[in-house]
């Protein structure tokens, strides 16, 4: 594997988003434009995936094996970069085969595929779901759903540094909380260890409170020997994993035009709509500053219908 081209710490903006219902409450809000960072292996995705890859460069493997849907970011991001960097990837998918533009992409960058059903797939925590995958694959690292563990937390902590380094462009001397979607916990995991209390971190739950999202920050937290606080989770999943509605599909439409800001309605857009609704109930004060993390996920956007839009 030639992993060298893959830098552990790409440059991603730090923009200003003007939003009346922002104006209205005082509070002042900075994406983190982590979609912007790559054209296929964009948004957190990328901060996940780094360490996964030098443990596979440490260890000789030649390649990744991972989970995903049919509509899956993280699968998509990791066989782009088995395609870019020249190492093997395989996937392991919920369900049953479907003709999604994620899965024509996943096979065009050469990910072999393998469909588990819904059944299998629900497997996948169970202990011993790896053990005949590692035998029929033994020169691949295996990878959690969406990156995840302590591992791919790990490689989220340089998010906060990333971002203090453009406060001062903004004219902020300092920011009060994070913001983001929260789909395996991995990412807000990385935010908590890094600011070790500093700030607190807001994850807008994309999937219900029975995916164990809650679980697995807390077993990321405390196996780096660290307390499980200085977050919330909260539900912002509308009924459920790809629950997409047309108030959620309004929101995405009249934010995009406004602020010239894509979002997709899985992660990113419940998120900022999730963040409108608590900014307007009153849970932060005229004054606050805040940072939300736009993880990316834009290529899933490919299928949904979004008013006006492919």
């Not at 200003?16 to 922002?22: F, G, K, R, Y």
């Not at 819904?118 to 694959?137: I, N, V």
């Amino acid at each position: 594997m030639n992993l060298a081209p893959f830098p552990n710490l790409p440059n991603a903006p730090l923009q200003p988003l003007a939003l009346d219902w922002l104006s209205r409450a005082g509070v002042e809000v900075a994406v983190l434009r982590l979609d912007l960072i790559d054209p296929l292996i964009c948004g957190n995705k990328w901060f996940k995936l780094a360490p996964h890859l030098a443990r596979a460069r440490e260890t000789g493997a030649r390649g990744l094996i991972s989970l995903g849907g049919a509509h899956s970011n993280h699968l998509h991001a990791l066989a782009a970069a088995g395609q870019r960097f020249g190492f093997a990837t395989v996937g392991l998918l919920r369900g049953h085969p479907q003709d999604t533009p994620t899965v024509r992409d996943l096979q065009g960058f050469g990910m072999a595929l393998h469909w588990l059903g819904y059944a299998g797939y629900r497997a996948r925590h169970e202990p011993g779901f790896w053990q005949p995958w590692q035998a029929q694959y033994p020169e691949l690292l295996p990878v959690a759903e969406g990156g995840g563990g302590l591992l791919g937390a790990s490689g989220c902590m340089p998010l906060v540094s990333l971002v203090r380094g453009q406060l001062s462009a903004l004219g902020w001397e300092d920011y009060h909380a994070w913001w983001l979607a929260a789909g395996t916990g991995t990412t807000l995991a990385g935010l908590v260890l890094a600011e070790a209390g500093g700030h607190p971190v807001y994850g807008a739950l994309a999937v219900p409170d029975d995916h164990g999202v809650a679980r697995r920050v807390t077993a990321i937290v405390q196996e780096a020997g660290r307390q499980a606080a200085g977050y919330e989770l909260l539900d912002s999943s509308r009924g459920g994993f790809a629950k997409v509605d047309p108030a959620l599909l309004a929101f995405i439409d009249e934010t995009e035009r406004h602020s010239g800001l894509p979002l997709e309605p899985l992660y990113t857009g419940k998120a900022l709509l999730a963040l409108q609704q608590q900014v307007e109930a009153g849970r932060f004060a005229a004054g606050s500053r805040l940072i939300f993390v736009h993880t990316g996920g834009l290529q899933g956007r490919r299928g949904f219908a979004l008013p006006g839009r492919a």
